[in-house]
């Protein structure tokens, strides 16, 4: 395991100006922690679900004109892709970082999902602890802590997903910036464990897995 925490200069990558600069410091710096995060965390989360969970990189590899905002390691139970599945993240914004369990627009069952969060919303909103975060758009930074929702607002959040097209589910954690690079390599390894050891029953719930 070769991942040694993330600095300054990791976050400070999104500060960057121009496309090309900006993707040789995340080649460069962050992929190969999110690399080493992800050879780690792959075998945690097959053993989590149930599903043989496959490693994804964001390459970014679309983007012509703007330099991308955030980065990710995704988990998927597919060795091709993950966006069009119930996924799990690793990433980072120059803010914050995130570990989410994510469903997000390209996935083609929403409704079917939705339902069936909807059938669990009392259990799933007394099991996810109060300082985990909801996100409604992973193209955002913006998240909403459990702790501030009703059990009312939660399944405001499924029947959208149920109902929207585009519409997108996220819940995990973040982290601020300076606490993630005060946690260093242990803490952050640590944390990361916790919360998908929490959220993966949401997996469960979403792939009606016993």
């Known amino acids: 395991m070769n991942f040694n925490g993330f600095t300054n200069e990791d976050f400070d990558v999104f500060l960057i100006d121009g496309l090309e600069a900006r ?30 969970m496959f490693v994804h990189v964001a390459k970014h590899a679309r983007r012509t004109i703007n330099p991308p905002k955030d980065t990710w390691v995704a988990f998927a139970n597919n060795v091709r892709g993950y966006k069009m599945l119930p996924h799990f993240q690793i990433g980072m914004w120059n803010t914050h970082l995130f570990i989410w369990f994510a469903i997000i627009y390209e996935a083609p069952q929403q409704e079917v999902i939705g339902a069936r969060f909807t059938k669990r919303a009392t259990k799933i909103y007394k099991e996810i602890p109060k300082d985990f975060a909801w996100s409604v758009d992973h193209t955002k930074p913006e998240t909403v802590k459990h702790g501030q929702l009703s059990k009312k607002d939660l399944l405001s959040y499924f029947d959208r997903f149920q109902n929207v097209k585009k519409a997108e589910l996220l819940c995990g954690y973040t982290i601020d910036k300076e606490k993630a690079i005060q946690l260093g390599s242990e803490g ?7 919360v998908f050891n929490k959220v993966a029953p949401l997996y469960k719930i979403a792939l009606n897995i016993k």
């Open 188 to 194: 952050l390894m640590q944390q990361i464990d916790e």
């Open 23 to 52: 993707m040789e410091a995340l080649k460069e710096n962050i992929r190969p922690k999110l690399e080493s995060l992800g050879q780690h965390f792959a075998p945690t989360l097959s053993a989590l679900t149930g599903d043989e």
